[in-house]
């Protein structure tokens, strides 16, 4: 195995070891549901490396997923959860929780963005040779928008099993939702052009 796989490896363990000692001593359970299904994710990513081939960009940017969704529910900025904090205040509603743009839903925005590329690699690999790159993106963006409602179920999940969680109401779920939905798009545009199989 190369030792850029390794570099890539041990960045993963570093945080998801550190960062499960840290839930646990915090008594975070919803959290350590969260790293679990993490960790489900780097197992499958790296069993099955050798035939699906993805390059660094993707194997990079997925890790660094990673520790943002780690780091957005422990780490603290004036007492609120890093996935509260307001990056730029592009728009208020008249619930508190309608409020755009929050740590939380650029988080959301950058994984779907990934995992539109991801599903667009993948597809790349099993379908009929010659497919326009096109049809390929827009099967893309489709699964990449159901895996999105597939995570807001796990929060969901975590609202019900958990007392207290940092998952939010009607609108922090239908604004994950909006923000899955344009990094899909977005992710889907940048497959296309960049094409990583043959």
Request: hydrophobic share 55%.
């Amino acid at each position: 195995m190369k030792k850029s796989y390794w570099f890539l490896i041990l960045f993963n363990l570093a945080y998801i070891i550190g960062f499960t000692i840290y839930y646990v001593s915090i008594k975070n359970y919803e959290f350590l549901l969260y790293i679990a299904v993490l960790l489900v994710l780097f197992v499958l990513v790296a069993v099955t490396q050798k035939k699906t081939k993805f390059d660094y960009f993707i194997l990079w940017a997925l890790s660094i997923w990673g520790l943002m969704h780690m780091m957005g529910g422990g780490v603290l900025v004036n007492g609120e959860t890093l996935y509260r904090y307001h990056i730029i205040d592009l728009y208020q509603g008249p619930d508190p929780e309608l409020v755009i743009l929050k740590f939380d839903q650029f988080v959301h925005f950058y994984l779907y963005v990934i995992v539109s590329m991801v599903l667009f690699h993948l597809l790349g690999f099993v379908v009929k040779k010659g497919l326009p790159s096109l049809y390929l993106a827009f099967f893309a963006v489709l699964g990449s928008v159901g895996i999105g409602g597939m995570n807001e179920i796990i929060e969901f999940t975590a609202l019900v099993l958990f007392e207290k969680t940092g998952v939010g109401g009607f609108y922090n779920i239908s604004l994950d939702l909006v923000f899955n939905f344009l990094g899909a798009l977005v992710g889907g545009f940048i497959a296309h052009f960049r094409r990583t199989f043959d």
